[in-house]
Every structure is written in C-alpha cells, then in structure tokens.
C-alpha cells in the first residue's frame, strides 16, 4: 500500500476526505503540527468511516476533528 515516507498506512476500510471551499474560491488544506509523522506537509481533512456512519457524516466529522 503506498505511504508517505515516515507515516504509516491507514488501516484498510472505507475513508474519505472533504474538500472544504469557502468564500472567494478558497480551499481548506491542514499542515501536519510538528511532532506528527510528516511535520509541515500540507493536505485535506480525511479519515476513517466509522462503523453505522454514512460516509458524509464521517467527512464532517472528520473536518471538525481536524480544523476545530
């Protein structure tokens, strides 16, 4: 399974990642905080679908989790 250097895969299951945009065509992108896998690398909010969770209520939980 292919990876970033220095991070470890995600578990395999069904994931998805968000692409927030807001006003002005602006795209919402997290940076890894120093001390995680990949410091400074800059990517969407993704993540895992949790067991009896629609895939769109994990990408907005995921976003919260991610951005606050």
Excluded at 6 to 11: D, H, L, S, T, Y
Excluded at 30 to 59: K, Y
């Amino acid at each position: 399974m292919p990876h970033v250097a220095g991070r470890p895969p995600c578990r395999p299951g069904p994931a998805r990642s968000a692409i927030p945009q807001g006003g002005k065509g602006r795209t919402l992108l997290l940076r890894q905080a120093p001390g995680n896998a990949v410091p400074g690398l800059w990517e969407m909010p993704c993540g895992q679908v949790e067991e009896g969770e629609s895939p769109e209520h994990a990408a907005e939980r995921e976003l919260r989790e991610a951005a606050g």
